[in-house]
């Protein structure tokens, strides 16, 4: 049977004579150090968003614009010719993680060169690398058939990684100029073993730091060591009051308001093809941990975490120094999974610190961010475009996976916007985003443009 959908022959073409030309391009936009977190970097974001703007220029998309928020810009552009069509929301970021530690790079990180079949550099796949093929791809549908089959709207932003704070903003200042039928996310990846799949649920965040003060300066540790509080001895002490052996998490009304696993969505995720010992293997670790009576995989992706990522305070440096520390700190952040509110989550930490702390010291519990999680149905028809996309492309069925991870933005398209969410990326899970030598194959790089390009057809062809 002929393919129903337009040829794609053509895009194919295309896709081939350019593809040296679409290397060197997306190397270009990897060298910007678009850290958003460390203010350095401040100008290295504006520059990665003015050349996203001259590319999406040069592709043919229409009123590009970098739009000025009270942090990093936004790039927006638009192509709007297909009357009657759906019209999609494209979101993507282009700031990137710190990359220390530096001396784990093979290479250098803003020096993106090609190893093997692998770009390496920071960015390559989260997520310069897929906003990029969204530009390229874009170019490849205007440049050989001059119109797309669906209206689009690009929203890459520039704050992801340092939680998007200004976002929100912006959207409902522009809430007239982004109406849409549904958001389409390329930030997340495939799953284990390079499969590819569309990601239903992410989860939520609330980030918060704990700060324990005792004097004014450190005290020598002999003359007031057993007479005073030790804020760093506190901190341990909150800390490990926070959680349980078993995995629980204690803060009251923690696990209140948390969406409880169907026995449809356990067979789902007991469905996945996923190897644990292989998993734990690849960790370098001799035991996975996690809440009692729960998989890796529900740990993972579909309950709720507290970690502390951080914790500091007195003596670091070599040799001793017998100090009773002025003050000691953590930042901990939970993971959060449906319909858990991040505020109400920060509360009830909160106040479970300020119960559990002991007596001498001075304790603050402070929010910096959150979000919330997101959940997508699969039998959403935007989401069954994607399916059929994936399955056009790489001749398998794609697998629907729940991610740990968190992306603001997601939560807000849903309640700011009220659009339905598809979550499709191409980086494989062990793409060490966040850490050294990150990478992206050139395959998944070339079969995702042709992906987003495939995908344009199959939201059009849903409605006929
Ligand atoms: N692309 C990731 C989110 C992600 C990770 C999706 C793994 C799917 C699988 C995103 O850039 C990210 O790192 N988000 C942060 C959000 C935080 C800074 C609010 C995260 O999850 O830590
Ligand atoms: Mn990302
Ligand atoms: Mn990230």
Redesign the pocket.
């Given at each position: 049977m002929t393919d129903p959908l337009t040829t794609t022959d053509d895009i194919e073409t295309y896709l081939d004579a350019t593809r040296e030309a679409r290397l060197e391009s997306y190397k270009a936009f990897l060298r910007i150090p678009s850290v958003s977190g460390i203010p350095a970097h401040a100008e290295d974001c504006r520059a990665a968003a003015e050349w996203l703007a001259d590319s999406m220029r040069t592709a043919g998309l229409e009123h590009v614009e970098v739009c000025e928020t009270s942090g990093h810009p936004v790039v927006y552009a638009d192509w709007l010719h297909a009357d009657g069509a759906p019209t999609v929301i494209v979101y993507g970021?282009y700031d990137v993680?710190p990359v220390d530690p530096l001396d784990l790079w093979t290479s250098p990180p803003f020096e993106p060169v090609v190893v093997g079949n692998r770009m390496l550099a920071r960015g390559a796949a989260?997520?310069k690398g897929q906003v990029h093929l969204h530009v390229m791809a874009a170019a490849a549908v205007l440049a050989t058939r001059g119109a797309f089959p669906v209206n689009l709207k690009y929203v890459f932003e520039g704050e992801?990684?340092?939680?998007?704070v200004h976002l929100d903003g912006w959207l409902e200042a522009n809430r007239d100029r982004l109406a849409a039928d549904v958001a389409f996310i390329s930030?997340?990846?495939f799953f284990d073993g390079n499969l590819p799949a569309i990601?239903i649920g992410?989860r939520g965040?609330m980030?918060a730091q704990i700060d324990v003060v005792g004097t004014a300066v450190d005290l020598h540790s002999g003359q007031f060591g057993g007479a005073v509080q030790n804020p760093a001895n506190a901190l341990a002490q909150i800390i490990a009051a926070l959680k349980g052996p078993d995995g629980r998490i204690h803060l009251p009304g923690f696990y209140d308001d948390v969406r409880t696993l169907t026995d449809a969505d356990r067979a789902d995720l007991a469905a996945l093809p996923f190897d644990e010992d292989v998993y734990r293997t690849e960790l370098g670790l001799a035991a996975l941990v996690g809440e009692v009576g729960f998989t890796t995989l529900e740990r993972r992706g579909a309950r709720p975490t507290l970690d502390v990522n951080g914790i500091w305070g007195g003596f670091q440096g070599d040799g001793a120094k017998t100090i009773i520390p002025a003050h000691a700190h953590a930042k901990l952040s939970t993971r959060l999974v449906a319909k858990q509110n991040p505020t109400k989550i920060f509360e009830a930490l909160r106040d479970y610190v300020a119960q559990v702390a002991p007596p001498g010291v001075t304790v603050t519990t402070t929010y910096i961010?959150g979000?919330e999680a997101s959940l997508t149905p699969t039998d959403h028809p935007a989401t069954q475009a994607a399916v059929r996309a994936l399955r056009a492309v790489y001749g398998t069925e794609p697998v629907f996976i729940r991610?740990?991870?968190?992306?603001?933005v997601t939560a807000a398209f849903d309640h700011v916007l009220g659009l339905p969410v598809v979550l499709l990326?191409f980086p494989q899970p062990n793409c060490n985003?966040?850490a050294p030598n990150e990478w992206l194959s050139e395959a998944n790089f070339e079969s995702g443009t042709r992906t987003i390009a495939r995908f344009w057809d199959e939201l059009a062809a849903m409605r006929r």
């Open positions: 970021h993680q989260d997520d992801e990684e340092s939680s998007s930030d997340s990846g990601t992410l965040m980030y961010h979000g991610e740990g991870g968190s992306i603001p990326g985003a966040h």
